[in-house]
């Protein structure tokens, strides 16, 4: 896609320019500026009068006879961004234009061609205005076109990987959603190969930086806009524009080499900024990124959404209290003067789709398995159905119902504390029942990103929270479930109910790998190290820094365990510290450090996520 004006190098490439034989004098780093406008002077101190941005023909007849006068016009058109300045010969100047011209154009950059043959002015005005109209039209077309099929996105409540599907068959250019810690979410490579395009992903992201929220970087070919919402942003999502192109050869064509050894204009052009339809679709695209994550739509029966509903209510004060209990009350569960205990089932690990796993959250890779968009609602309506049915079948009263796209939750409604226990034990003795799958052994194999898999299917664990006494506490036991449940995915062990004494510093950080406040705290602690070690990949500090910090400090145990020198690695410690500009003898530095490692490998996804779309 061209941009919406023609560039100095697509101008001298039209018919009527051609046709005057042009031959490029000076100026060859400015071919690729836009033209905006055509302008014919023939008088010195035309300047003043224009605004930037115009392709100025002359033949030269009204033009200084004197160097500094030729210098001097030349300076003011530079001065004030003309893109170039074209001069037909045979009425000023019969065989080329003075020396001391060519040469102030070279020196501040302006492309200067002569045409060699007479020809029209108005031809070449009418060829490069009709050039921008049309392209303007396309341009608009063009956005007409992409606010439309992003509004229906929007509202169809599409998945990450349709929106990002969409933008790259849009644009025809790669497309990547990354969150916060440069982990891929989601990518379209547009026909290239997604192996190139996600190699070393994280260290290659490290090095866009564009100025602004949504800007161009030059010198990596990406266009980047941030993801978010709320003033909460979560992600960026990037497009690859590489820009530039050869005047002489390929569709753009090539302006005709001097016949008496001029220097010929076809030449190799930089990377020229993306089109401003681009622009409006990444950041279309990103308003419908964020705003799916805010939708949620919802298949489920209109009991099983009332009873999702009051939970809901419960987790984002939605709806007062007293209303949440005297609307379960009319479903026929009583929750005024009971021992309340949140409870959450979910499956374990993050299993793709189209292995049988839960539905995964927008965004997540897993989110593009190949069982496509309905099997993990499907399979969390079942097991949202599995949890009913044991409730049922343990005689217990309570809410239930999904309260993500992972997870379902219960709250039960106990006569007495006493019996939290005892009703815990039957719940999960129940679920067991209702779903036949043993649950992941200690022994058992473990996929690829730590989780426990029974031959018989996915298995599920069930996570409890504190016990309350009032509806008004249950958030907090809730949460406290939904936390536990998320923390305790991927252990091994074979509880049959956890709770908060069994989940650790690990799993807590891994709990809130998705929380842009956490990613913050890894970027402002290992940010610089990150960037460092992806400046200067055969050094990798942060496995030094690991090292020393799993050896509890000990300099002499942390060589060893990097296999380095003493000398070699207390250079590296010392290099380590420069570069974060910490003390690595302050324990509250490196207890820091430790943590922002911690939260590192949580939010790192072990392999890149699969490809969601065949080759177009």
């Known amino acids: 896609m061209s941009p919406v004006f023609p560039t100095v190098r697509e101008v001298l490439a039209l018919d009527p320019v051609r046709h005057g034989a042009p031959r490029l004098v000076a100026g060859d780093a400015g071919l690729d500026r836009p033209v905006r406008w055509v302008h014919v002077t023939e008088v010195p101190d035309i300047a003043p009068l224009l605004g930037g941005g115009e392709l100025v023909l002359s033949t030269g007849i009204g033009l200084p006879a ?40 070279q020196r501040r950059g302006l492309p200067l061609v002569e045409l060699r043959r007479a020809t029209p002015f108005v031809r070449i005005t009418e060829a490069v205005h009709a050039l921008i109209v049309d392209a303007q039209l396309t341009e608009l077309r063009a956005t007409e076109e992409i606010h439309q099929r992003f509004t229906e996105l929007s509202v169809e409540g599409a998945g990450p990987g349709e929106v990002i599907r969409q933008a790259a068959e849009l644009s025809g250019c790669p497309v990547v959603l990354e969150n916060l810690s440069r982990q891929v979410l989601a990518y379209d490579p547009a026909g290239e190969s997604a192996e190139l395009l996600l190699d070393c992903w994280e260290q290659h992201s490290r090095r866009i930086r564009p100025a602004g929220r949504t800007a161009y970087d030059g010198d990596s070919g990406w266009l980047v806009t941030t993801v978010g919402a709320r003033g909460q942003d979560w992600g960026r999502l990037l497009l690859r524009w590489p820009g530039g192109g050869d005047l002489g050869g390929g569709e753009r064509g090539g302006v005709a080499p001097a016949e008496e050894g ?49 939970l809901t209510a419960l987790l984002d004060h939605s709806l007062p209290v007293d209303e949440v209990a005297l609307r379960a009350r009319a479903l026929g569960v009583v929750l005024d003067r009971r021992h309340l205990v949140g409870v959450v089932v979910r499956h374990r690990g993050d299993e793709p789709v189209g292995e049988g796993g839960p539905a995964p959250e927008p965004g997540h890779p897993a989110d593009q398995g190949s069982g496509g968009p309905a099997a993990g609602p499907a399979r969390l309506r079942d097991l949202a159905e599995a949890v ?29 504390p006493a ?73 091994r062990r074979d509880l049959p109910v956890f709770r908060l004494p069994h989940v650790g510093l690990a799993g807590l950080l891994h709990l809130l790998r998705d929380e842009p406040r956490l990613q913050t705290f890894v970027e402002r602690e290992l940010g610089a190290l990150l960037a460092y070690d992806a400046q200067h990949p055969r050094e990798q500090l942060l496995g030094t820094l690991r090292a020393y910090l799993e050896q509890g400090r000990n300099k002499s145990a942390a060589a060893g365990a990097a296999h380095l020198s003493r000398p070699a690695f207390y250079e590296r410690l010392a290099r380590i510290r420069r570069v974060l500009d910490v003390d690595l003898d302050s324990v509250e530095a490196c207890l820091s450090l430790h943590v922002a490692l911690l939260a590192l490998d949580a939010i790192r996804t072990p392999n890149p996520p699969p490809n969601p779309h065949p080759p177009r």
């Open 419 to 491: 019996a939290e226990e005892r009703a815990l034990a039957a719940f999960a003795t129940a679920l067991r029942r209702t779903r036949p799958e043993a649950p992941a052994r200690p022994d058992g194999p473990i996929r690829p990103d730590g989780s426990g898999r029974s031959p018989g299917g996915g298995a599920v664990l069930v996570a409890a929270g504190s016990g309350v006494v009032g509806l008004r506490e249950a958030r907090r036991s809730l949460i406290e479930a939904r936390q536990i449940a998320d923390a305790a995915r991927r252990d």
């Open 262 to 310: 001029g220097a010929p204009v076809g030449i190799a052009a930089p990377p020229v900024a993306p089109p401003t339809r681009l622009t409006i679709l990444v950041e279309r695209a990103a308003s419908t990124l964020a705003l799916g994550r805010l939708i949620r739509r919802d298949a489920e029966g209109l009991e099983r959404q009332i009873h999702r509903t009051l």
């Open 66 to 105: 004197d160097d500094a006068g030729l210098r001097a016009f030349i300076g003011d058109l530079a001065d004030v961004g003309v893109s170039g300045l074209v001069v037909e010969l045979g009425r000023r100047y019969v065989s080329a234009v003075p020396r001391v011209m060519a040469a102030a154009a």
């Open 388 to 416: 009913g049915q044991a409730l049922h079948e343990a005689k217990l009263t309570g809410l239930t119902g999904a309260i993500d796209d992972q997870a379902v939750g219960v709250l039960l409604a106990l006569p007495e």
